[in-house]
């Protein structure tokens, strides 16, 4: 199998793999950091069992602290004593962990496999998706849900504008306690183009105005902390809007068989992909797994196991049915053109930048 | 204390309504362990009691949580992580908290007062200024995320427990016991072994259960240094509770509660056999 | 041992020719027994050694060394090293002049001359944007091109980031140019320094860490009420049955206690989530609708729930133990001499159990103000303590500075009450089981 791939890949990756092949014998266990839970199954099923298979020789722990990913790394780094070999993380953190120079700079043609019909990886991975240290994996969104049942059957919410609309569409809502995504929809909802959010952001002005939005509907708010915990407060009755991750929704949706709906209007997309810690033990296997796992078939292979997006546009096209409920998943994908209408993309500069300004704000209105 | 013949309406009153308010309060402890074991029975993935359960009918009871636990690579993983850092820590604590308490407990200890209240500032530090010590000092001795970071990190909150405990069996230790020994031509060794060790045992066994539990029960710590290797059963629940929580939380609980049964149940025996060796009555 | 030694310079005492007493060699019996008494002293603090280095080096230290995180700071000394002697004279009001952008393109290129993992400017960024937002863009985007400016080296940085023209950021560095700072207290604070560099409180919209102290004691004096409030009665009653009845119930309080806290915390959550037991007793029983099942968790009531569970037996412990040394004669005496029950009970028995309510009372403060874990679980937004905010910081935000401050203040605040409670009781005095 080793040899197929290094056929089809590129030279500089071919050489690599190479390498690793003189040394394929070698036992060598990789510890990967991701986000636990349904997350990193997808992840064993689309990625570490095919690639296992064809390397016997290596071990994989999985670790689930990419919550906290970043004070890792860093206290890795500071310690000289790099046990990580691949984390996946959000791209703020990425950013971030790249400025302090504790992960690897990616040279993203040189390492990466190309589209199948020979696109180098830089054109193939979507649009702003790729960063100085960033490899993209994913695309996935935090969008609006309702219970169809709380509203009348003529009078059903369609926009982000009804989350903030509790004269015709009442009930109580559930928002993530964090300003991320908060911010940004009261914005969407006051009229803000979803393209120019972010500008008004950077003023002091375009905050008070968000803040001033939320303030309209914080009487009618529940505020979840957990991913399971959105979906749970719709199942349970407990909210009629939950803000989510698509991933979840679907699951509780088409998996548990949850009475709701996904609103994609102002879906708010972000990527999650690997990063290299800098000094790692065991580059040589981690490059021939990135290889392998961020090509065009696997990550179009990971959607069929949770309802997130492939950061490729060559994927798009292999993404099939479900692995166990054979729900076609295309239409499911953040990335369809049906729901990618009015994409809000998560500016990670803006959050790296104001993040810690915006989170004391946010924490002082959630309690006020 | 039986309610005297002489009693008028009103102690009567009184005297059940106090009983009353402290069986409510007895209950409120207890509570929630009780209603969390016939859960973690429950045939149906809820935390309330089926109709079938109230009903008492078979159906509404399985294993199955069980199974799931047992069954569970990881959750067996932080059982045996449990306990090996566990006796491994408690072993360490115990030695050098028995030493430190022998030490503590004569007279001449020099700074007494001070050298006493460092030794059980573990104890007293919130959790979370140890572990984010501890966490950014084991980083660079290259020992977090490791079996000996977590091991040293317990052994340092189980010693409070030991100290106290030993020295609390020492208060009525008489020493002319080991004078008498050392006079007679016993070595110090020999002193120690034959003569101050049976006596201090029970203390030191109690120490170390609580060194165990500690350990056993510690979450901050783990949490900020332990690595993916070194989970245990509280972590596990950790990330139980906080992702999904499903009965097979109650099914290890309620293990985990039979575990705390027999601690329990050894300490106070150890604890009456100290007393009756010590010649005090119990109670 | 030590006693031998003493015992054995005393069975040999003679009296040398001046009367004074001696040993059999003889050295004067005082000295000997000075002697004597230090060998012992030296003994006695032999056995603690171990474990007093052990703890020095595994527990004092690493909290000593995370709070020097708290006013450690390296970041703009080490990267801005040109700039910041340029800045000496610089009077904070105005841009600064041209010859202080030169020297910061000469910091710049000395950086990007320096190896990857040993560049200053991206730390520097981190650190400089928890002063001012958007400062870790300023650095990080005008480092990839700042190498290749040419003078006026002015115009070149402003028009590469908006805030070099700014003179904030420029009063930032120059304020943070020294290797201790007191900035994370000032933000712990809820403070914020002004133009003129003195410390003025912050927006009203950004203030939260003096709130969350404040909950964080309120909190903590609710518990150790209720714990009081709970924990009287029954140590009490305890301590009136005979012995062997009260060894029963005695187990309602120790197995508690012996539980794992993960599993008396989420058996809180079983009973008060809202799919929980109680309100779907309360639903089933007809007593509440099934629309409004009551909120108890994931708020302030369900950490206070939990917490006053979980630490009543701290409470009941030293109580008891206490209640079981007052003699039952003095109620009685009491009440013969013609004081009502309620008076005989305020003026004789409580002042006797203040010892008792003083060590509890702290005991339950100190372990409560430090909580985690519980209302990490229990606590949703309302149930928030401050070392919530601090692991927070520690493992998400990574203001690590900041989480040392808050941490530094809370830790001095617990060992002031654990002093305090050392002068009450003594620390030795801690009664377990």
């Not at chain 2, 120490?207 to 245990?232: K, N």
């Amino acid at each position: 199998m080793a040899f197929k791939l290094k056929l089809t890949g590129a030279t500089a990756a071919a050489s690599l793999l190479a390498l690793s092949a003189a040394q394929a014998n070698e036992p060598v266990t990789l510890t990967i950091v991701s986000w636990g839970g349904a997350y990193t199954a997808s992840q064993v099923r689309a990625y570490h069992e095919p690639w296992m298979e064809m390397n016997p020789h290596v071990t994989i722990i999985n670790d689930d602290g990419s919550a906290n990913a970043l004070a890792g790394l860093r206290a890795q780094a500071q310690a000289g004593n790099v046990t990580w070999d691949l984390v996946d993380m959000l791209p703020s953190d990425a950013q971030l962990a790249c400025d302090e120079g504790i992960i690897m700079q990616i040279d993203h043609d040189a390492i990466l496999a190309a589209a199948p019909d020979g696109t180098p990886a830089s054109e193939d991975f979507l649009p702003g998706s790729l960063g100085e240290c960033f490899i993209p994996q994913i695309v996935y969104s935090t969008v609006l849900s309702f219970r169809p049942d709380a509203f009348p059957a003529d009078g059903q919410p369609e926009t982000i504008a009804d989350l903030f609309d509790v004269e015709n569409f009442p009930g109580r809502r559930a928002l993530q306690d964090r300003p991320g995504t908060n911010l940004e929809w009261a914005l969407y909802a006051d009229g803000v183009d979803p393209d120019d959010i972010y500008d008004v952001l950077r003023t002091p002005e375009g905050v008070d105005r968000a803040f001033a939005k939320l303030d309209t509907i914080k009487d009618h708010i529940i505020f979840w902390t957990e991913g399971a915990q959105a979906p749970q407060l719709l199942a349970d009755g407990e909210v009629a809007f939950a803000t989510g991750y698509n991933g979840r929704m679907f699951d509780a949706i088409e998996v548990e068989g949850m009475n709701a709906e996904i609103i994609w209007d102002g879906q708010v997309v972000e990527w999650d992909g690997w990063v290299v810690p800098a000094d790692g033990r065991n580059l040589d296997a981690v490059m021939d797994y990135l290889y392998f796992a961020t090509d065009t078939q696997r990550l179009a292979d990971q959607a069929k196991f949770i309802s997130y997006g492939p950061a490729r546009a060559s994927s798009a096209a292999l993404v099939g049915d479900h692995a166990d409920l054979g729900i076609d998943m295309g239409p499911h994908m953040p990335t369809a053109p049906e729901n990618y209408f009015a994409p809000i993309v998560l500016d990670n500069d803006f959050w790296v930048d104001y993040g810690d300004e915006m989170r004391e704000r946010f924490a002082n209105w959630m309690l006020q | 204390m039986p309610l005297p013949a002489y009693a008028t309406t009103k102690d009567r009153i009184w005297y059940y309504t106090f009983r009353v308010i402290c069986y409510a309060i007895f209950f409120f402890l207890m509570a929630p362990i009780l209603v969390m074991i016939p859960l973690s029975f429950n045939a149906q993935p809820f935390f309330t009691f089926t109709s079938e359960m109230l009903m008492l009918r078979p159906e509404g009871y399985s294993l199955r949580w069980y199974q799931d636990f047992l069954g569970s690579d990881s959750w067996m993983r932080s059982i045996r992580n449990s306990f090996m850092i566990g006796i491994a820590a408690t072993i360490l604590a115990t030695t050098l908290g028995t030493l430190a308490a022998l030490g503590l407990s004569r007279s001449e200890m020099p700074f007494k007062g001070l050298v006493m209240a460092l030794l059980i500032s573990p104890m007293i530090v919130p959790l979370i200024i140890s572990a984010a010590g501890m966490f950014f000092f084991f980083s660079q001795l290259n020992i977090a995320q490791s079996y000996l970071g977590v091991v040293l990190a317990h052994t340092a909150l189980g010693t409070p427990f030991v100290i106290i405990t030993v020295t609390a069996t020492l208060v009525g230790f008489d020493h002319s016991l080991t004078r008498a020994a050392a006079s007679l031509g016993a070595s110090p060794s020999t002193t120690f072994f034959r003569i101050t060790m049976p006596l201090i045992l029970p203390g030191v066994i109690s120490g170390a259960l609580f060194a165990f539990i500690t350990s056993f029960d510690e979450i901050v710590i783990v949490l900020f240094i332990a690595g993916p290797e070194q989970r245990t059963i509280p972590r596990e629940m950790w990330s139980g509770i906080r992702e999904d929580i499903s009965p097979t939380i109650l099914a290890v609980a309620t293990l985990m509660v039979l575990i705390s049964v027999l601690l329990l149940v050894t300490i106070e025996l150890l604890r009456r056999r100290s007393e009756r060796l010590r010649g005090l009555t119990p109670g | 041992m030590a006693q031998a030694d003493a015992g054995a310079a005393f069975e040999d005492a003679q009296t040398d020719s001046s009367g004074r007493l001696t040993t059999a060699d003889g050295t004067p019996l005082r000295a000997a027994l000075r002697r004597a008494e230090r060998r012992r002293k030296v003994a006695a603090f032999l056995l603690v050694v171990p474990l007093l280095a052990f703890i020095l080096t595994f527990f004092v230290f690493p909290i000593a060394q995370m709070m020097w995180r708290s006013v450690d700071n390296p970041q703009v000394v080490r990267a801005l090293p040109n700039t910041l002697e340029a800045l000496r004279d610089w009077d904070g009001r105005e841009l600064p002049g041209e010859e202080v952008f030169a020297a910061l393109h000469a910091d710049f290129v000395v950086d990007s001359e320096r190896p990857r993992r040993e560049q200053a400017m991206g730390p520097l960024g981190i650190r400089l944007n928890y002063e001012l937002s958007a400062a870790r863009s300023a650095i990080s985007r005008t480092a990839r091109s700042a190498p290749g400016f040419e003078a006026p080296y002015r115009d070149a940085f402003v028009s590469s980031h908006r805030l070099w023209g700014q003179p904030e950021l420029w009063r930032i560095i120059k304020r943070e140019g020294r290797p201790l700072t007191a900035s994370y207290y000032v933000a712990a604070l809820d403070r914020q320094y002004d133009e003129d560099g003195s410390v003025i409180m912050r927006d009203e919209n950004r203030r939260i860490y003096v709130s969350l102290f404040v909950r964080t004691i309120m909190l903590s004096v609710a518990i150790t009420f209720l714990t009081f409030l709970l924990g009287f009665p029954i140590a009490y009653y305890l301590s009136i049955l005979p012995m062997r009845h009260a060894s029963l119930l005695m187990i309602c309080v120790l197995l508690p206690f012996w539980t794992s806290l993960l599993v008396r915390t989420s058996a809180w959550i079983v009973l008060l989530q809202q799919q929980g037991v109680i309100n779907s007793t309360l639903v089933a029983i007809g007593l509440l609708d099934d629309a409004n099942r009551i909120q108890m968790i994931y708020n302030m009531t369900g950490t206070i729930i939990a917490m006053t569970h979980i630490l009543l037996p701290f409470m009941v412990l030293p109580l008891y133990s206490v209640m079981r040394t007052i003699p039952p004669s003095y109620m009685r005496a009491a009440k013969s001499l013609g004081a009502t029950p309620f008076t005989a009970f305020r003026r004789v028995y409580f002042p006797q159990t203040l010892p008792g309510i003083g060590a509890g009372g702290v005991l339950v403060f100190i372990i409560s103000i430090g909580y985690y874990i519980t209302p990490a679980l229990v606590g949703g937004q309302s149930g928030r303590m401050i070392s919530n905010e601090i692991a927070r910081h520690m493992q998400q935000s990574l203001n690590w500075g900041l989480a040392a401050a808050l941490g530094t203040m809370l830790l001095v605040g617990v060992l002031a009450l654990y002093w305090l409670y050392n002068r009450l009781v003594g620390a030795d005095s801690l009664k377990l089981g």
